[in-house]
DNA sequence: ACGGAGATCTTCT
DNA sequence: GAAGATCTCCGTT
């Protein structure tokens, strides 16, 4: 079942708790690139300080505001594409990012977009799958609740809580005071080799 | 195993 | 003009 518009209408932390164990589907010239989530990270309103949507509606923030459902691709360091979908009713300006999947579907496909690597080092890392994956700007504000735009989710397996360790952010520390730095923005699936450093 | 620095360029101040 | 939701490579231990 791929994940619907419902879905994504609601708090952003829920849907982060919910995707890990769901499945991440691109499909490139026919072929299906899946991997299993196991690591994400929410997003929230203009109170949270550490997101991109806390300054207000920009030019490269906006799918944030828009229909939830819809990813938002976002360029770090100048290099590396970084996957989001936009959650909660439009208007508040919130999103998930997807920091890690453990390959499924597409394996050979991957390593060519990544180099002969270990298995281990395809996608364990934001910048990473989206590389494994081939997802780049072009997808900005792609519909991830139909398949025609060739990336979506699917619900996989339901993952228990006891499987599920929550922490931090990562890769943000100044910008983020008390009571943000202490609360759970990250979830993970416990042990799962994939999830990023 | 761990740490530091460079890559590379868009965005917002 | 500086910082950034990252990754890789190269150095030393």
């Known amino acids: 079942m791929v994940y619907g518009r419902d879905f994504y209408t609601q708090d952003a932390r829920d849907i982060a708790r919910t995707l890990i164990g769901a499945r991440l589907v691109r ?3 026919r072929e299906r690139l899946s991997g299993t989530i196991v690591e994400t990270e929410a997003y929230t309103g203009l109170d949270d300080l550490a997101s991109h949507g806390r300054a ?3 030019a490269r923030n906006m799918p944030m505001w828009e229909t939830p459902g819809h990813a938002y691709l976002y360029l770090v360091y100048g290099m590396y594409w970084l996957l989001n979908i ?9 999103a998930v990012l997807i920091r890690a999947i ?4 597409g394996l050979a ?3 060519l977009h990544r180099g002969a690597r270990p298995e281990r080092f395809l996608t364990n890392g934001p910048g990473r799958l989206t590389i494994a994956l081939s997802i780049n700007g072009d997808m900005n504000r792609t519909d991830m609740t139909i398949t025609d735009g060739g990336l979506w989710i699917e619900q996989a397996h339901t993952v228990a809580d006891t499987q599920i360790e929550t922490g931090p952010r990562i890769g943000l520390g100044k910008n983020v005071p008390e009571p ?12 799962n080799p994939f999830v990023s450093k």
Do not use: H
């Open 56 to 58: 207000g509606k920009t």
């Open 27 to 29: 499909v490139l010239n």
């Open 102 to 105: 453990e390959p499924v579907e």
């Open 86 to 94: 936009a959650c909660e009713p439009a208007g508040q300006p919130a």
């Open 180 to 191: 943000w730095l202490s609360k759970p923005w990250r979830w993970w699936l416990k042990g």
């Open 109 to 111: 496909t991957m390593q």
